[in-house]
């Protein structure tokens, strides 16, 4: 199940390159795991960007990180206000770093390190604020 295919270690440690990302940003970063995408993988990363109410961030800068563990599929996806913002190319930049992680076996430095990546980015579009509230879970979320 996706929900064991991580140790609680590396559950937390996830979990801590997200905060990490998002102390430093306006931004939000959400990770679904499920073991099968029996659709256009990009397709239900958008029906669980919107299931996940990402699209509600005031910003509009909400990213997620959809990931089919027994299909072998991932996708990374933006809400309009970063994909307005970010340069043409940098989220296949993203995909492809993360691609070669997973390939190798590395899927807990693949997921940080594109979490990292992307919180970068999202720190020069959106720098935290003063009065920024985390608008959205921290929590992994998990399919079928």
């Keep these: 199940m996706a929900k064991d295919f991580f ?3 590396e559950i937390d440690q996830i979990h801590q390159a997200i905060k990490d990302a998002e102390n430093r940003t306006s931004g939000e970063i959400r990770l679904h795991l499920e073991n099968h995408c029996k659709e256009d993988v990009l397709d239900r ?17 909400g990213v997620l990180f959809y990931l ?3 299909d072998h599929q991932f996708a990374i996806l933006g809400d309009a206000g970063i994909n307005q913002k970010v340069p043409k ?3 296949d930049e993203v995909r492809d770093h993360m691609r070669e992680k997973f390939k ?4 807990l430095e693949a997921l940080s390190e594109g979490i ?3 919180g ?6 959106f720098p935290i604020k ?4 985390n608008e959205l879970s921290d929590e992994i979320s998990f399919g079928s």
């Design 7 to 9: 140790e609680q270690e």
């Design 45 to 61: 990363a958008a029906y669980l960007f919107e299931k996940l109410e990402m699209h509600k961030t005031e910003l509009r800068n």
């Design 68 to 70: 089919a563990i027994k």
């Design 89 to 91: 190319g940098f989220w």
């Design 104 to 107: 190798a076996g590395e899927y």
């Design 116 to 118: 990292r990546m992307s």
């Design 120 to 125: 970068e980015k999202l720190k020069e579009h």
């Design 130 to 133: 003063e009065d920024d509230q």
